[in-house]
């Protein structure tokens, strides 16, 4: 094995984690918690965002060696590549990098963040409601989306592995 097919190899994988973590989020987590009251909804979100946030190793590992590894490996494919092989990690790499990492650092990210920062056992049930409208629905679309390209990438990245 060379240098890009491990890369490749390696890069497929982490962005397949990447892709089954979105996936998690839209069918198991994000439907778990909306029959819950608002400030229940709110805090169980707040404090599943806390443990990636707070760098949690293999979540972190996972995440951003995907994008080390894509942007490598689209680099070295790019080289020693021709044709399909060539276009098909590019195409990878531009639909995994706008639509999953993209969205993730400047919406879903900042959402996290915001919701963070809620003092939620202050608040009325007023305030709640509206910081659960204005979190949730947008959090979830999104991440509905990034769950879309993140699937794209991972097969269009198999794809490239099998043609090697």
């Known amino acids: 094995m060379n240098l890009l097919q491990i890369t490749l190899t390696l890069t497929t ?3 397949s984690l990447v892709a089954g973590f979105v996936l998690a989020f839209a069918i198991v987590v994000m439907p778990g918690i909306r029959s819950l009251n ?3 909804f ?10 990636i946030q707070n760098n949690q190793p293999i979540f972190v590992l996972v995440w951003l060696g995907s994008i080390l ?3 490598t490996a689209t680099l070295l494919g790019i080289v020693q590549f021709d044709g399909v092989n060539r276009l098909l990690i590019g195409i990878a790499a531009a639909i995994y990098l706008l639509g ?5 650092f400047s919406i879903n990210v900042p959402l996290n963040n915001q919701l963070q920062m809620l003092q939620l056992d202050t608040m009325n049930d007023l305030a709640l409601g509206k910081a659960r409208m204005n979190f949730e629905k947008s959090w979830i679309q999104w991440n509905t989306f990034r769950t879309v390209f ?5 097969v269009l990245l ?6 090697l």
Request: glycine residues 2%.
């Open 150 to 154: 993140a699937t794209l990438t991972s």
């Open 13 to 15: 994988l982490l962005c």
């Open 69 to 71: 590894g894509l942007v």
């Open 38 to 40: 608002d400030r229940d």
């Open 100 to 104: 999953v990492q993209l969205p993730t």
């Open 42 to 51: 709110l805090q169980a979100f707040k404090v599943i965002d806390r443990v």
């Open 158 to 163: 198999i794809i490239v592995v099998f043609e």
